[in-house]
């Protein structure tokens, strides 16, 4: 087994600390990679604070990683040593199942390995659970490593590892196009690279908000109009127009104002909230056959497909750096709504 250093939490009331954890050895199609920057998602501190009742401690939180290779077992082909490289939210699942054959390993039926807090099905490491990006280094099967375009800023692209493919991947299964008006209510991590993807697939691209004060921000990322939830004029306005609308509120909310936004066989996607909803009236379903759908994130297959999409568009995420002694703070902040967009931590100041 080998060392590395990490940044871990012992428990769901205890500060994320310095510590040390064990990789396992090389396998012949593990590919081993330094971490260079980890992106801090919402996730990072519900799985710490056990907010869903299933965190294994030690946990060593991160699943936005970008990355360089440093080594390669004797079997990988499509990865060298050198070559800048990204993990995200998962590391294994068994590749066999109808879910896996279909490029959906997240959906895979014998359940996938998330990148932190997984059930560990390689062994080698001294804990039964997988741990993250907040480590100087990862050892992943050659399988759910994905490449990074040369031309995007390394830093500013962890996050697409989460909050980039979360909202890529409804946008591109329900097919959004130029001629669709798009509205993305929420604009925090997933918000705004929801904006980005569906002005770049070339949607009229609508911010929906409680928030006058986000205006400016929005028409800066890329939104073609905002929409003040709040203001019932505006809401009529827009009555009936939407022909999809990314939901990506983290907590219980009422969804059905923004049901009354989309236009006939109109869908309205759900990515932020894992809680249980306020009640939804089914008359708003019925009057006009519309539909409250959910994804996760994508499989392999697409997300390299977003990563590749990035590239081509030049499209990152706003992000601020952090090191990673201030990830304490840098997790309130989170919960306070106080960082446009995504905290993302150098990982070089854990060497030091």
Same mark, same amino acid.
């Not at 087994?1 to 205890?14: H, I, L, P, T």
């Not at 440093?70 to 990204?86: C, L, M, P």
């Given at each position: 087994?080998?060392?590395?250093?990490?940044?871990?939490?012992?428990?769901?009331?205890? +500060?994320?600390?310095? $510590? &040390?954890?064990?990789?396992?050895?090389?396998?012949?199609?593990?590919?081993?990679?330094?971490?260079?920057? *980890?992106?801090?998602?919402?996730?990072?501190?519900?799985?710490?604070?056990?907010? @869903? %009742?299933?965190?294994?401690?030690?946990?060593?939180?991160?699943?936005?990683?970008?990355?360089?290779? &440093?080594?390669? #077992?004797? +079997?990988?082909?499509?990865?060298?040593?050198?070559?800048?490289?990204?993990? %995200?939210?998962?590391?294994?699942?068994?590749?066999?199942?109808?879910? *896996?054959?279909?490029?959906?390993?997240?959906?895979?039926?014998?359940?996938?390995? %998330?990148?932190?807090?997984?059930?560990?099905?390689?062994?080698?490491?001294?804990?039964?659970?997988?741990?993250?990006?907040?480590?100087?280094?990862?050892?992943?099967?050659?399988?759910?490593?994905?490449?990074?375009? =040369?031309?995007?800023?390394?830093?500013?692209?962890?996050?697409?590892?989460?909050?980039?493919?979360?909202?890529? !991947?409804?946008?591109?299964? @329900?097919?959004?196009?130029?001629?669709?008006?798009?509205?993305?209510?929420?604009?925090?991590?997933? #918000?705004?690279?929801?904006?980005?993807?569906?002005?770049? $697939?070339?949607?009229?691209?609508? $911010?929906?908000?409680?928030?006058?004060?986000?205006?400016?921000?929005?028409?800066?990322?890329?939104?073609?109009?905002?929409?003040?939830?709040?203001?019932?004029?505006?809401?009529?306005?827009?009555?009936?127009?939407?022909?999809?609308?990314?939901? &990506?509120?983290?907590?219980?909310? +009422?969804?059905?104002?923004?049901?009354?936004?989309?236009?006939?066989? #109109?869908?309205? *996607?759900?990515? #932020?909230?894992? =809680?249980?909803?306020?009640? $939804?009236?089914?008359?708003?379903?019925?009057?006009?056959?519309?539909?409250?759908?959910?994804?996760?994130?994508? %499989?392999?297959?697409?997300?390299?497909?977003?990563?590749?999409?990035?590239?081509?568009?030049?499209?990152?995420?706003?992000?601020?750096?952090?090191?990673?002694? =201030?990830?304490? =703070?840098?997790?309130?902040?989170?919960?306070?709504?106080?960082?446009?967009?995504?905290?993302?931590?150098?990982?070089? !100041?854990?060497?030091?």
């Amino acid at each position: 087994m080998q060392e590395v250093k990490a940044y871990g939490a012992q428990s769901s009331d205890a +500060d994320l600390k310095q $510590m &040390t954890i064990k990789r396992r050895e090389l396998n012949a199609n593990d590919v081993k990679i330094e971490i260079l920057y *980890c992106g801090v998602c919402h996730s990072d501190i519900h799985a710490k604070n056990n907010d @869903w %009742g299933n965190a294994k401690y030690p946990i060593v939180p991160g699943h936005e990683i970008v990355g360089k290779v &440093t080594e390669t #077992g004797s +079997d990988v082909n499509k990865f060298k040593e050198g070559d800048i490289v990204a993990v %995200g939210c998962m590391v294994d699942s068994c590749l066999e199942c109808p879910s *896996c054959n279909n490029d959906l390993e997240q959906f895979c039926e014998n359940g996938m390995t %998330g990148t932190y807090n997984g059930k560990d099905k390689i062994g080698g490491a001294e804990s039964d659970h997988t741990f993250g990006g907040y480590s100087t280094s990862i050892t992943v099967r050659e399988e759910f490593v994905l490449s990074v375009p =040369e031309n995007l800023d390394l830093a500013a692209a962890a996050p697409l590892l989460c909050a980039g493919i979360t909202t890529y !991947s409804p946008l591109n299964h @329900w097919n959004i196009k130029k001629g669709d008006k798009v509205g993305v209510v929420g604009l925090g991590g997933l #918000g705004h690279m929801g904006i980005k993807f569906a002005a770049a $697939m070339g949607a009229e691209t609508i $911010m929906i908000t409680t928030s006058l004060g986000k205006k400016e921000d929005a028409k800066k990322l890329g939104a073609d109009g905002v929409l003040i939830s709040t203001d019932d004029d505006q809401m009529k306005e827009h009555k009936g127009s939407f022909d999809f609308i990314l939901n &990506t509120v983290p907590v219980k909310h +009422d969804i059905n104002p923004y049901l009354n936004l989309l236009t006939i066989d #109109g869908t309205m *996607c759900m990515v #932020g909230a894992i =809680e249980p909803l306020e009640p $939804m009236h089914g008359g708003n379903l019925i009057i006009g056959r519309k539909r409250v759908a959910g994804s996760l994130i994508g %499989g392999i297959k697409e997300t390299q497909e977003m990563l590749d999409f990035c590239g081509e568009k030049n499209i990152t995420c706003d992000i601020e750096m952090i090191n990673i002694d =201030e990830i304490n =703070e840098a997790f309130q902040r989170v919960q306070d709504s106080d960082v446009k967009y995504r905290f993302v931590i150098d990982m070089q !100041s854990l060497k030091n």
